[in-house]
């Protein structure tokens, strides 16, 4: 097949795709509408690559935006599916698998002492709000800027500008009401938060966070940051909720709160727990959590909710990662890569920052250091769209957008970060030469 027959191909698909599916996704994070260009179809996922419908092969640094840790086909997680697809896919009535993985987050997350299985990050995080609201008997809650916690209404407020200050909906179909109680302040702020807290903290259910921001590029919590939060939620009988439904079982066995040594009172789950099935989950303090329906008046069900799939792959995940522990080696592959990456856009003359902890990563086109989101919005996101075309030819698939951290799983070694970090040292320079 010549190169021409199989880019008409891929434009054919792509035109398919649009016909149907509102900009071609399912998802708006998977199209490249902030870097420009169509992107490929996906035929298979093997190890630490993906191979795409033309039979292109990339380095994948997105493992599905977080839940491959073990890469893609991992026989102890293939082997465990199968294993479960012949005694069904769904009962709606309990199994075993779901009491070992609740005793699973329960044993290795801080903050977690009874758990609730859902089906996705956003219902986590939706039903850890409601939570925290009955528990509380309080309605207004505070999140930061550049934190993303799902697309239930009350979260869906934009980040900077008067619209964020004035906690408008960025969402057309997103009540104002449903907005209402949301207040927003920027991330690493601590002052400020001490500030609405010492004027209005006894109004306040909750405070939500990534304690390790992965939604804005990769931006960790100035030291005492977390502490400070844990302080004025207690002092005020506010609710701490770690969303870590990116950075649980990415970071550590314990989180983000494992890391830093910081418990919230509610954590929320997603992406890993599942290894590529659909889940959440969201735990915390059992007083709170034995509120829950049917032990407690606040209500939460699912039809699909510790399926038996998803349940089967999870576990098989999370066991392999307890008997591993393949944190400090990840972090020692991301650390290398990222210092490669720094020294190729620097070399070619780009101003870059970046870091990387347990198996994420981030790299921002700014000097450093990036602290919150309207730190994030001075990088050069143009310039950013260029490499990303860049590496892609280059077989390296990067996140499509600057906002977004990247993963590593147990299936990169060294070969996949030297060939990224020769890619980085020519795409740089194609981009500052301005022949791309
Ligand atoms: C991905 C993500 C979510 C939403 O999870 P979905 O499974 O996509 O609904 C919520 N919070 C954080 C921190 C996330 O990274």
């Given at each position: 097949m010549t190169t021409n027959a199989s880019a008409t191909e891929l434009a054919d698909a792509w035109k398919r795709a649009h016909a149907v599916l509102p900009g071609g996704v399912n998802s708006p994070v998977r199209s490249f509408k902030s870097v420009g260009g169509d992107p490929f179809f996906v035929d298979r996922g093997e190890g630490a690559y993906l191979v795409d419908t033309q039979g292109t092969r990339y380095i994948d640094y997105i493992m599905s935006w977080g839940p491959h840790l073990l890469g893609h086909g991992h026989p102890v997680i293939d082997d465990a599916l199968r294993e479960q697809i012949g005694r069904g896919t769904s009962y709606g009535a309990p199994t075993l698998a779901e009491v070992e993985m609740a005793e699973r987050l329960v044993r290795l997350v801080p903050g977690i002492e009874m758990v609730r299985l859902v089906n996705s990050g956003t219902e986590a995080t939706m039903s850890a709000l409601r939570v925290a609201r009955g528990f509380t008997g309080r309605t207004r809650f505070l999140k930061f800027t550049g934190c993303y916690h799902g697309h239930a209404d009350p979260f869906l407020v934009a980040a900077g500008s008067g619209v964020a200050t004035l906690g408008l909906?960025?969402?057309?179909?997103?009540?104002?009401?449903?907005?209402?109680?949301?207040?927003?302040?920027?991330?690493?702020?601590?002052?400020?938060?001490?500030?609405?807290?010492?004027?209005?903290?006894?109004?306040?259910?909750?405070?939500?966070?990534?304690?390790?921001?992965?939604?804005?590029?990769?931006?960790?919590?100035?030291?005492?940051?977390?502490?400070?939060?844990?302080?004025?939620?207690?002092?005020?009988?506010?609710?701490?909720?770690?969303?870590?439904?990116?950075?649980?079982?990415?970071?550590?066995?314990g989180g983000a709160q494992g890391r830093f040594g910081v418990t919230p009172d509610l954590t929320t789950l997603g992406k890993v727990i599942g290894a590529g099935l659909p889940v959440g989950a969201f735990g915390g303090r059992r007083e709170i959590m034995s509120q829950v329906a049917p032990s407690g008046p606040i209500y939460q069900a699912g039809t699909l909710s510790g399926n038996p799939l998803a349940t089967a792959a999870g576990n098989a995940q999370l066991a392999w990662l307890e008997a591993n522990?393949?944190?400090?080696?990840?972090?020692?592959?991301?650390?290398?890569?990222?210092?490669?990456?720094l020294s190729a856009l620097r070399d070619a003359g780009m101003e870059a920052s970046g870091v990387a902890m347990g198996s994420m990563f981030g790299v921002f086109l700014h000097p450093g250091p990036v602290r919150s989101f309207e730190e994030a919005k001075e990088a050069d996101l143009e310039r950013f769209g260029r490499f990303h075309r860049a590496m892609l030819q280059r077989g390296v698939f990067l996140a499509p957008s600057p906002f977004e951290a990247g993963f590593l799983s147990v299936r990169h070694g060294p070969e996949e970060i030297d060939h990224t970090v020769r890619a980085a040292r020519e795409a740089a320079r194609e981009v500052m030469d301005g022949t791309l």
């Open positions: 909906p960025n969402s057309p179909g997103v009540p104002e009401a449903a907005v209402r109680d949301t207040t927003l302040l920027p991330f690493n702020d601590l002052d400020r938060v001490r500030e609405l807290f010492a004027a209005e903290g006894d109004d306040f259910a909750a405070i939500i966070l990534e304690p390790v921001m992965g939604n804005a590029g990769m931006i960790l919590p100035e030291p005492g940051f977390l502490e400070g939060l844990r302080e004025v939620t207690e002092a005020h009988g506010a609710l701490l909720i770690f969303d870590e439904v990116m950075t649980g079982f990415r970071l550590g066995l522990d393949p944190y400090d080696d990840l972090e020692a592959l991301g650390t290398t890569l990222v210092e490669g990456l």
